[in-house]
């Protein structure tokens, strides 16, 4: 190698970034101790912000675009540098770009539940799910709150780092949207936008804008999700005769299918009339007139003949066993 190409290789004069990566977020220039010569050629593509820091101080900032680096476009690096009369010789300056694109479909949960005041069951422990989306909005706020000195940012850094932020703020943001989380189902789209500015300020914070928040899966504590189940049966059965009915439906299938198979439903619903009667007489003596009770238990009767018609086409009950109970239930009508 000459001396001429050995001075050459010593000054930059193209300074650019192909970024063939998807999760790049920030990237140093290598300068390899080089000098940056006079008249060196900048080159910034779309959707990245080039920043050149002199001795840890943010000097300029380039957007999109080719740029030749004088003394005429580096007001900053000049007033740093002293350069009153402009400059001949090579410069070294820190050069990082800064990828301004949108980041999609990053992930955020909580990994373990959070108290959630809820105004229909006051306090519960949700766990929540769901993804974001963010750009750099401002790069020199990015590279000196959150960079530093990295020579190499990537997209996972920033993820894992706001995921952070978002778990502990969504307690607090979901519980100033006032959304029961019986509701949270059919409204994720609508909570998602609603949360979107309240967790802007984490976000703002280091040059970033969440473009997106979706909370796309919540769930209960088990215990909350059986009580929910109940009522949701309840509600389904109406009234608390057709509930009983309906939970000792599910009891003389699980008899069933376990050890005593076809016996152990049937001893299941020979208490199953009694049952029946039982609960239902003192709410329909306190609640309707003397001739209803009648009708009412006709209805019943009528419907668990039916139940056990199908009991019987569905080979859990023997024709014995099936026309003795049918016996018994219309000796009560």
Known sequence: MGLF???????????????NSTDTVIWKFPDHENNIKNGAQLTVRDSQMAILM?????????????????????????TLRGWKYGFDSPFKVDVFFVATKQFTNLKWGTPNP????????????????????????????????????????????????????I???????????????????????????RLRPLLQDDFGAYGLELTRFYLENASLPAEVEAFLDKTTQMSMAGDMGRFQQFQAGLAVE???????????????????????????APAQAAATPPAAPASANREQV???????????????????????????????L
């Open 5 to 19: 190409d050995f001075i050459r290789n010593e000054l930059i004069e193209i300074i650019d970034w192909v970024d």
């Open 54 to 78: 002199d001795q840890g101080r943010i000097a300029d900032v380039f957007g999109p675009g080719r740029h030749v680096l004088t003394t005429e476009n580096l007001p900053v690096l000049t």
């Open 114 to 165: 959070v108290i959630l005041r809820d105004p229909e069951f006051k306090q519960v422990r949700v766990r929540a799910f769901g993804t974001f989306a963010l750009r750099v909005t401002e790069a020199t706020k990015f590279l000196t709150e959150f960079a530093g000195t990295n020579s190499l940012v990537r997209i996972t850094d920033v993820e894992g780092q706001l995921r952070s932020a």
């Open 167 to 193: 778990v502990n703020k969504f307690s607090d943001t979901l519980a100033e949207a006032n959304v029961s989380v019986l509701d949270l189902a059919r409204n994720y789209q609508e909570l998602g936008e």
């Open 254 to 280: 699980k008899a069933a299918e376990q050890e005593g198979g076809i016996g152990g439903a049937a001893v299941l619903l020979g208490g199953l009339g009694n049952m029946l009667g039982n609960a239902t």
């Open 302 to 332: 009528m419907q668990l003949l039916r139940d056990l018609g199908q009991l019987k086409a569905d080979g859990i009950l023997t024709a014995e066993e099936f026309d003795a109970k049918k016996a018994e239930l219309l000796a009560q």
